[in-house]
């Protein structure tokens, strides 16, 4: 079993920063793939980023691409998602998510299903 838990979240101006953090407990493999994903009142869950937890591969949303950075500390067993120059459209509930399949492309990390595990939530404001 894996639990995840997430802090960080807040309210923040746009073109502000906010750094996501992600704490994995119980058996994880270095296979598995650690995804965020984020969903906003009245719509779906989507995808965020994805990172692989031996660290090496990782991809993103088209809609944070450049502005957003995942990353990994597996010393800590912490997923972290560097969010700059945030947006309005970013608000949203943020969730951290475990994957226990290895990585097999990207189409599949961008997926909600593929996911066996998430958090709580955490929440991300971002005021105009």
């Known amino acids: 079993q894996v639990q995840l838990v997430e802090s960080g979240g807040g309210l923040v101006q746009v073109g502000g920063s906010l750094s996501l953090s992600c704490v994995v407990s119980?058996?994880?493999?270095?296979?598995?793939?650690m995804g965020w994903f984020r969903q906003a009142p009245g719509k779906e869950r989507e995808f965020v980023a994805a990172?692989?937890?031996?660290?090496?591969?990782?991809t993103y949303a088209d809609s944070v691409k450049d502005r957003f950075t995942i990353s990994r500390d597996s010393a800590k067993n912490t997923v972290i998602l560097q969010m700059n120059s945030l947006k309005p459209e970013d608000t949203a509930v943020y969730y951290c998510?475990?994957?226990?399949?290895?990585?097999?492309?990207?189409?599949?990390?961008?997926?909600?299903?593929?996911?066996?595990?998430w958090g709580q939530g955490t929440q991300v404001t971002v005021s105009s």
């Open positions: 998510s475990a994957d226990r399949n290895s990585w097999r492309s990207t189409w599949y990390v961008k997926r909600l299903s593929e996911y066996e595990y």
């Open positions: 990172i692989n937890w031996s660290g090496g591969t990782t």
């Open positions: 119980g058996r994880i493999f270095s296979t598995y793939v």
